[in-house]
């Protein structure tokens, strides 16, 4: 697995738990709770429990469930550790696809709009039509 994120903080913000930050010359925000639940999802897709992970990765239990739903921030290198435990790309965690994709939370966005009634999705739908003219 290559390490291709490289990273320095820009601006840290307390509140909600996002960071800005410079990735390959561009600026991304980083937002815990979003990385977390893709933690847990990739978790989860490989039938590994907590246990096995925080076990293997040299976590409390009660830190990768906090870092799961967001309230804990994982440093870089313990996420390095993490994308070899569930073998998955730094970039799938971070940005909700591999650094070479275009599809920056496709799959976020996706599961999000799934969960939405129809009347939500045609407003989700106008939105980010009136939002991409621009």
Known sequence: MGHVVSVGIVEKRRYPKTYKIQIQGGEKMLDYKIIGERIKRARLERGLSQVQVANKI?????????????????????????????????GILLNGTSLTS???????????????NEK???????????????
Not at 104 to 113: A, G, N, P
Not at 125 to 134: D, R, V
Request: hydrophobic share 40%; glycine share 4%.
């Open 120 to 134: 939500q999705k045609k407003l989700i739908y106008k939105i980010a039509k009136i939002i991409s003219k621009n």
């Open 58 to 90: 040299g976590f409390s239990v009660a830190f990768l469930s906090r870092v799961e739903k967001g309230t804990a921030n994982i440093s870089l290198k313990r996420l390095n550790q993490l994308c070899d435990i569930l073998e998955i790309e730094e």
């Open 102 to 116: 275009n599809y920056y939370l496709s799959s976020d966005f996706k599961e999000v709009f799934d969960k939405c």
